[in-house]
Each structure stands twice: as C-alpha cells, then as structure tokens.
C-alpha cells in the first residue's frame, strides 16, 4: 500500500518584512507592489510504500523540512496534491509541544495527547515509555533542567511508543548520546521488521546511509536523485554543496 | 487524515492541565493570587466610590464585585485567548491537531479562575446578608453564555492576530474602553439614556445587568436580555469557528 503520495507539490513562501502589522498590509494593498517570493519545494513527486525507510539528505535551505511539514499535514502546499494514509507520528522538532516547567513525566502526558494517544494509551504504556527514556532520576523534574540529549530520549520514547504506521523523524537522534541512538537505532530496526514505514530528515548522510535503503536528495527545492540510499549518499558526498536562500 | 485519530478532548484536558499547572508551579502563594486581584481591586474602588465619590448604592462592596468578576473573567479570557495562537507557535508549527483547541483551552483555563472569584464572591454575599433562592438558577446559564461568547472572540481574534499582530493591542485597548461601559461600579439605571443603545448592545454589560438583577434583586432576568444574550454569544462562536476554519489553513506559515 502506498502510504505517502506526492505529486508535483510545490510550496511558495512569501518574503514579508513588516508585512504583520496593520498599517503596512493596508500601504501594501494600496501600493499595489510586487510581493518578494521564493519556492521553497516545486515539482516534488514522491511515493513512499508501506514498510520503506527513506532518508532525506539535502544542503540548508534544501526544502527537507518543508516537505515533512507537508507529508505531515502541519502546512499545505502551494500546489500539488497530497495523499497520507495511515497512522503517523512526527517528531519535527526537539521538544515541541513540551514545556520547561513541566516536569518530564508531565510533559509525557502532554505530549502524548498531541501525538494521537487518547488517556487509555498513555496509561498503558507510561512506564515502557519512562523506561525507554532512560532518566529516571529526572523524570520527576521540570525539562528546563534537562540537556537537550535528555529532551530527545523523551521526545522520541514517546512518538515511539504511539505505535504509528509511519515514524517521521526530523534530525532528532541527533543530539542523544552513543548509547541512546544505539538504543533508538535497534527500536527502529524493530519497527522496520515490523513492516513499518520511515521517513528521516538528516544532514547526516552516514546515519541516512545506516538507517534506510533509500534515499532523496533535495536540492533548492527540487528532487535532485532518488534511489538507492547508498548510491545516493556517494553521489552527494561528492558534489558541491549549494545552499539555499 | 491522521488528525482525525486524535483525542481533541483529551488534548484540551492536557493543554489546559498545563496552563493551571504551570501558572500556579512558581508562586509560592499559589491559588490565592486569583482572589487577592479581586480583592484589592474591590478595596480600592470602594474606597474611591464610598469616600471620594460617595455613591447612592446599597451595599457597594458586592455591588462592585457582582460586577467586576464577569468582567475580569471576560477581559483576561479574551486577551489571552487572542494571544494563544501565537503564544503556541511551536505546536502550531510542528505538531498536527485541530487548531480550535489552543484558544478554547485558554478560555476555558480561565474559567477555573473564574470559578475560584466566583466562590470568593457567593462568600461575600452570605457576609453582607444575601441568601440563596431560586433565581439563583439562572446563574449558571448566563455564565455558560458568557463563555461561550468568549470562546467566539478568543478564536476570531487569535486567528486575526497570526496575521495581523497589531490585533493584541487593540484588544487590550477594548478592554480599558470596555472597563468604563460595562456597568461595573454604576448601575445600568445610572446610564443617560442617550446612552443606553451602546449598553443595550453589549454582551458583558448584559451579562453584568442579569447578575444583579438574579444577586441583587432576587428575580428572574428579563427574558429578552436572556434571549438576546443568548443569540449574541451562539452567534459569537459560530462566526469565531468559521473565521477560525478558514484563517487555520496558514497558520503555519505565518506564526
């Protein structure tokens, strides 16, 4: 089955410097001039199939997370169509939707409830999930104590354990230590066998090479070379570098 | 669609356990600042309005405070339910739910303190001699009104002010306006008649007029200030949900 279905998506970003305050909107309507625009993705196609780990690579400003912010949902694109099925946990950003004064524990739950678990979920599976995560001296305290190392190990022990059909992964793993992506690495391999699909975000070419079989590379918006991971890495490893914006 | 999987209750449930949470973690007098505001600001009033402007009213303390609640509630409810959606740009940015939960969960975060100077005033009137009748039955359906015609405004103004970041201000503006209109510390007979359409036509000041005649004068309020209230506050939400609906779709690019 096919699980993300992208075809010919672009999405359009508008430069606005004072665009956000009242006067300025109403000079611009009445000026009537040309808006400052870039494309941050055209023409991607994209069709990712039940139980595939695709990786993204791409230079800054490349589109990558554009584009999991469109196969996620949170923003729609310019142009294109968009198709996901099936259950998706997004982990976009280290430690969003969790807040400093809330302890980890807390932040659990909160964060959980944002993912897609309902009460029943959390409750079942609170203690794997505080388990997995690895810090059980802080779990009890608030995160603005926490390393940006530990926030990972919570983050992605949550959108873990939500048992989604799609894990999208934006360069989270990061940040945790050796052991911890060790960790992470052998639960994704798991949720692989599973026949789980993948979708990883990284500037890290090795740890796309390690964990998928293939791989996109952007470039200025646009899908440069899909294949086979290894192929692809070695190509963008040898090409010069061209960064966006 | 993934969003539909979600629990929107259970996140209101969550996003409104943390507000209460994290606003009450870090204060050592915790809960009591949501009576101490009332109290100081009843204090205060009163003695301009007893000693420096002597006023008429009867029992002028809880005349005040039957009207300063709502409208505190009103006031800090709307500001803050305007503010939500861009207080929680990383969620907006980077988590997928529906967006309509960010600025009910402030409304009703507040309602919990809303709740709290509720008590502080039902205690008030006990002090100064009130009882409990019937009427009394009303008071739980012309607060329901009032949040729900907040809930109206928190999401048409959060939306608003994603795209137009003045939006807060003039907000805020409202509010020190609305402060003096609504019949807080005079009472809506006090109002020149020239006047009284502005009053007539504002929600909080109704809801105010219906708390005093149901506190004050032991009645039922008038059914039409009922029926209009009623009109106005559903009308509130219907129109802050479609504006809401159709603003949500680029939240994302522009938080």
């Known amino acids: 089955m096919t699980l993300i279905e992208l075809e010919s998506v672009g999405k359009r970003y508008f430069l606005h ?90 932040n659990i739950h909160l964060n959980a409830a944002l993912l897609g678990y309902n009460r029943a979920m959390v409750q079942a599976r609170l203690d794997s999930i505080v388990e997995f ?34 894990l999208v992964l934006d360069e989270v793993l990061s940040v945790g230590d050796q052991e911890f992506q060790k960790k992470c690495v052998d639960r994704i391999e798991d949720f692989r066998r599973q026949g789980k699909t993948l979708l990883f975000v990284s500037h890290s070419a090795g740890a796309v090479e390690s964990l998928c079989r293939r791989a996109v590379w952007l470039e200025l918006g646009r899908v440069r070379r899909d294949g086979p991971a290894a192929e692809v890495v070695a190509e963008y490893r040898n090409a010069p570098a061209r960064v966006g914006v | 669609m993934s969003t539909t999987s979600h629990d929107h209750l259970y996140i209101l449930y969550n996003l409104i356990a943390k507000d209460f949470k994290v606003r009450y973690r870090n204060m050592s007098l915790g809960i009591f600042w949501s009576l101490m505001n009332p109290l100081i600001m009843m204090a205060v009033l009163s003695y301009v309005f007893t ?99 907040v809930c109206g405004l928190a999401l048409a103004f959060s939306a608003l002010d994603v795209y137009y970041r003045d939006i807060r201000y003039v907000v805020e503006s409202a509010n020190l306006v609305l402060f003096w209109m609504v019949p807080i510390f005079y009472s809506h007979d006090q109002v020149p008649k020239d006047f009284v359409v502005f009053y007539e036509l504002n929600p909080v000041a109704a809801v105010v007029q219906a708390c005093r005649m149901i506190l004050l004068e032991a009645r039922s309020p008038l059914h039409s200030l009922m029926i209009k209230l009623t009109l106005v506050s559903f009308g509130s939400l219907l129109f802050g949900f479609v504006l809401f609906g159709r603003l949500k779709k680029r939240f994302a690019d522009y938080v």
């Open chain 1, 133 to 166: 995560a690895g810090i059980p001296d802080f779990i009890d305290e608030p995160l603005r104590t926490y390393s940006s190392g530990m926030m990972a190990r919570l983050g992605f022990s949550v959108a873990i354990h939500l048992d989604p059909d799609i």
């Open chain 2, 51 to 149: 000693r420096v402007f002597p006023t008429k009213i009867h029992n002028f303390p809880v005349f005040l405070l039957i009207g300063l609640v709502p409208f505190n509630f009103f006031s800090l409810a709307w500001a803050s339910g305007t503010n939500s959606i861009l207080d929680n740009a990383a969620l907006v940015k980077k988590v997928r739910f529906h967006r309509e939960v960010i600025p009910i969960s402030v409304v009703l975060g507040n309602v919990i303190h809303f709740a709290i100077q509720l008590i502080l005033l039902m205690l008030l009137m006990f002090w100064f001699g009130g009882a409990i009748n019937r009427h009394w039955f009303w008071l739980p359906v012309v607060f329901g009104l009032e949040i729900v015609f």
């Open chain 1, 17 to 106: 410097h004072k665009r956000q305050l009242l006067a300025e909107r109403v000079a611009g309507k009445l000026r009537r001039r040309e808006r400052v625009s870039f494309w941050a993705l055209r023409d991607v196609n994209l069709r990712i199939e039940a139980g595939e780990a695709v990786g993204i690579i791409g230079a800054n400003g490349a589109g990558k997370s554009t584009l999991l912010s469109i196969v996620v949902g949170v923003t729609s694109p310019t142009e294109g169509t968009v198709i996901q099925r099936g259950r998706a946990a997004a982990l976009l950003e280290l430690g969003s939707g969790f807040h400093p004064d809330l302890t980890g524990r807390e």
